[in-house]
């Protein structure tokens, strides 16, 4: 029952960022607005408890998540053969991106390194 709630806090609060999103007509999209009231009501254990309960049972559950996305890739083989390579590049280099600027950004918080 305790995930049952953490998952309807999840839904409420992926739903009520879509309704500020659209409803504001704010430039940020809706689950981004969600997630950060999540953030912010995750510091209340009513919030808290039911969530981490919810997000235990998704994480313990995590591969069957993935049988969509494979199922999607069977069934569009001829696609990945012709975009196979781009899209692998892809993949690799703006992992590579995203690690480089992650790097710099906790440089910056860091600050100068000590002598």
């Known amino acids: 029952m305790r995930g049952l709630q953490g998952l309807a806090w999840l ?3 992926q739903s009520l960022g879509e309704l500020l999103s659209r409803g504001l007509s704010l430039p940020i999209p809706g689950p981004v607005i969600g997630m950060l009231l999540l953030l912010g009501a995750l510091q209340l254990p009513l919030v808290r408890n039911p969530v981490a309960a919810c997000a235990n049972f998704l994480l313990s ?3 069957l998540l993935f049988v969509p996305v494979g ?9 990945l053969s012709q975009y196979g390579v781009r899209m692998m590049a892809v993949v ?3 992992t590579w991106i995203g690690l480089a ?3 710099l950004v906790l440089r910056a918080f860091k600050g100068p390194r000590d002598a």
Do not use: F, K, N
């Open 61 to 63: 559950h995590l591969s």
């Open 101 to 103: 600027v992650t790097v």
């Open 71 to 79: 199922v999607g890739v069977m069934t569009h083989l001829g696609l």
């Open 11 to 13: 839904l409420a609060m």
């Open 92 to 94: 690799v280099l703006s």
